[in-house]
């Protein structure tokens, strides 16, 4: 969506990210189609430059989805969401 520096090293974002998903279940019956459907996700973060070459961040999101299969004629929802903390380590070029 956009970020916004926040004094000289630090610099603060957010994203919106739409997209399609397929779930592989391990032990699916074999006449069960692998569920799928749209996913959306969001979230924020924040990023600290160490150097000019070097940068550490920390993100918060969210992901949800609404996927769905057949079995036996019948549309089964497989619904999905999923909160998740990443971290990261970026260097430039």
Known sequence: IGNVPVGDTVQLYGFAAPGYSVIYPPDWPDDVG??????????????????????????LGYQFGGQQTTVQGQTIDVDTSYLHLGMSAMARL
């Open 34 to 59: 692998n569920p799928a459907g749209f996913i959306f996700g969001f979230g924020a973060g924040v990023g600290f430059d160490l150097n000019p070459k070097f940068r550490l961040g920390v993100e």
